[in-house]
């Protein structure tokens, strides 16, 4: 059972249930998941990104991998280390949370003396961009000055390192069922009691053209009622990306599969879930704007859109692998004092363990002009799984 919620989130999930029912009535009653999705996490003043809930950490809804262990953002440094003394320039972090890795990878550059220009922060969510300037406010002034947060991508491009940790999950997703041989597209409409309900149609033509592309005409090889999920702003992300960076990698850390996995005939629901409190559910349709709503990512598509940006894959691991070979044992082991050995020993088995987030994250480096292999894929490849 899910936890109930407060008055307040109560007050405030009503109120985006009626900005959708609004949406709904303005579009002839129906709204594709994908538009949904956006409305539930970034509609102003209400989403679930827009808006004031708690989100990351302990008391939040989910815990991400800097919110688990500086150890992440210690290693994710030394691999901006080795790009930053090939190219110079700065780091661009997308979507920085609580800001928990911006201010463990400057303190950690620092230290190695590989300072970026500056520290750039792109996040959409005003909450959060809040939060991040109330916590890098304590850093070192020579450190608080080089951060930056920007309304949009650079125009000039960028020499270094674009960061995203947990971003990809985030973008709106269209969903899909097969019925009868046919792609129908899921999303969203009223009950006759003018409740928010899941509904059925026929998918648009970027839909119905991507699957095509991913499993024929008509679609083979998956059961009848098949349901799963498709990015399709991946690829105007990347290609943006790919955009505003001259020289240097894109590291992207995230939960997913290459294509073949995550389109498995027996993973018939699909990677879309829900966060609450710490739970995950796969009820989207409930707890409006104060609920976590994601899906994994297809780095095959992650892929295909760095290919056609002209940005190369580099890398291609599990984040256990990335962190292994950039020393995360050897971080625990310089540990101070045994106390805090230990401690860091139960972080580092959270981030590396393949049954906790070891295995089900990925990282991709999607390299431009960069050409030394970078250290962090030195112990694993998996791009032939792409
Ligand atoms: C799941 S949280 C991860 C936060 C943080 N990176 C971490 O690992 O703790 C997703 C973050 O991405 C941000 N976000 C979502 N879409 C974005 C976009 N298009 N550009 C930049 N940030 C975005 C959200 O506001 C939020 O900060």
Known sequence: MLPALSADE????????????????????????E???????????????????????????????????????????AQCAQVLRATGGEILELGAGTGALSATILAALDAEGVLPERYA???????????QRARLEALAPHLRTRVVWLERLPQAPLCGV??????????????????GGAVRELGVALSASGALQAAEGPPDAALAEACAAMFGTPPHSLPEGYT??????????????????????????????????????????G???????QRAHDE?????????????????????AASRAGLEVSGFATQAAFLLALGIEQAVAAAADAVSRARLAGEARRLVMPEEMGEAFKVMALARGCGAPLEGFALQDLRRSL
Request: aromatic share 10%; proline share 4%; hydrophobic share 45%.
């Open 162 to 179: 674009i960061l995203a940790n947990e971003v990809a999950d985030a973008l709106p997703v269209r969903r899909f069922s097969l019925r």
């Open 35 to 77: 538009r949904f999705m956006e409305l539930a996490l970034y509609a102003p003043g209400l989403g679930y990104y827009s808006a004031g809930s708690w989100k990351l950490g302990g008391g939040g809804d989910f815990v991400t991998a800097p919110e688990v262990s500086e150890l992440f953002g210690r290693c994710v440094a």
């Open 10 to 33: 109560q007050r405030h999930s009503e109120a985006v249930a009626a900005l959708i029912r609004a949406e709904l009535a303005a579009r002839g009653g129906w709204l594709s998941f």
């Open 271 to 277: 990677t879309l879930r829900c966060h609450f409190r």
């Open 284 to 304: 989207p349709l409930i707890n409006l704007g104060v609920q976590d709503i994601t899906a994994w990512v297809d780095f095959t598509r992650l892929a295909e």
């Open 228 to 269: 799963s999920e498709v990015n399709l702003r991946l690829g105007p992300w990347i290609a943006a990306l790919g955009g505003c960076l001259e020289r240097g990698v894109v590291l992207l850390f995230d939960y997913g599969l290459p294509r073949s996995h995550y389109y498995h005939a027996q993973r018939i629901a």
């Open 121 to 131: 922060i792109l996040e959409v969510s005003g909450d959060l961009a809040a939060r």
